[in-house]
């Protein structure tokens, strides 16, 4: 066993460690929020953009919330919009803001000054898989035949994701292409604004492979426009039954990216109390479950205390995790 494989187990095991289920809290069908504005800190298209939209979709349909709006504000790597709601904190109690792994890992290197401690804590809703996918066309069919293309041509075997280098997209594929026994540092990565930027890559042939969350690619591997290679998950998810395992290939790498909401510093603490309730009853709702199983979710639920630890805890792990692969 590799120092690399310990660590990637232990980032799993204290995810596992400190999510917290929902417990049982039934909606009544009775309105618990008026309104709420989603806050996505990357383009249309992402993994921010589907949980933000998702969550507000099953939310509303719900009856849990009145209305929900959406704001795409890209720029710094989700830096712009941590700042733009810290900057205008008084005006922002309507807000949540998506976010997810990346906010942890960028303010560990520094992308932008901020971290979770500089916002309300909310809650952790979701857990999503990551996958590698590459175009329909492409002669590529599993891991091994994207290894070997590696392992021809390195350079021309760009590794495309919706991350900067450095975030999560670059760390998964590092952490698969170094449990496949080849060196993380010296995959050619190249970054895109978010998912859906770096999905038009692959699909235009910019990149060989994508480095995604398997929900944004779900949809389009239905539609036969792209294959999924691979998925970080222990076992083969629903949603996605024809698409392998890493570990299924021999690839012993296990990853799950959490997300969940955000508000602005200062935020009432009625404000936070009616948030945190909605989200709460939200998972006891078939409208809930529609948007978690299409997309192929896993429900992790920490609300603001035990979300906080879960961060703590993901910080250390992951930020000795980068160190081992010289990203920090």
Do not use: C
Request: a negative charge; hydrophobic letters at 45%; glycine letters at 14%.
């Amino acid at each position: 066993m590799t120092t690399f494989t310990l660590g990637r187990r232990a980032l799993i095991a204290a995810a596992v460690a400190t999510m917290g289920f929902a417990s049982s809290a039934f909606a009544d069908g009775h309105q618990v929020v008026d309104k709420i504005h989603f806050l996505i800190p990357g383009g249309a298209g992402g993994g921010w953009d589907g949980t933000a939209r998702g969550t507000g979709e099953a939310l509303t349909g719900a009856g849990l919330v009145g209305t929900a709006s959406y704001e795409n504000m890209s720029g710094g790597g989700g830096g712009k919009a941590i700042g733009f709601l810290i900057e205008n904190a008084d005006s922002n109690h309507d807000t949540l803001m998506v976010n997810s792994t990346p906010i942890v890992i960028r303010s560990l290197t520094g992308v932008f000054p901020q971290s979770f401690r500089d916002l309300t804590l909310v809650a952790g809703t979701i857990g999503d898989y990551a996958a590698m996918v590459v175009g329909k066309d492409s002669p590529v069919n599993t891991m091994a035949d994207l290894i070997a293309a590696y392992d021809a041509d390195p350079s021309g075997t760009a590794i495309g994701g919706g991350s900067v280098p450095g975030g999560m997209d670059h760390l998964v594929a590092a952490m698969v292409m170094e449990a496949a026994g080849r060196d993380a540092l010296e995959v050619k990565y190249i970054p895109y604004d978010a998912g859906g930027k770096a999905m038009a890559a692959l699909l235009s042939g910019e990149i060989a492979a994508l480095s995604t969350g398997l929900s944004e690619a779900i949809d389009l591997a239905n539609a036969g426009e792209v294959k999924i290679i691979g998925v970080t998950s222990p076992e083969r998810v629903p949603a996605a039954a024809d698409a392998m395992t890493m570990t299924e290939q021999g690839i012993d790498t296990t990853f799950v990216n959490w997300r969940g909401f955000f508000g602005a510093p200062g935020l009432p603490d009625d404000k936070l109390a009616a948030y945190q309730d909605a989200i709460t009853k939200m998972y006891d709702t078939p409208e809930w479950e529609e948007v978690r199983a299409r997309n192929g979710w896993v429900n992790i639920h920490n609300n603001g205390d035990d979300f906080r630890a879960f961060l703590e805890d993901q910080e250390k792990v992951i930020g000795d995790l980068m160190k081992k692969l010289g990203f920090l």
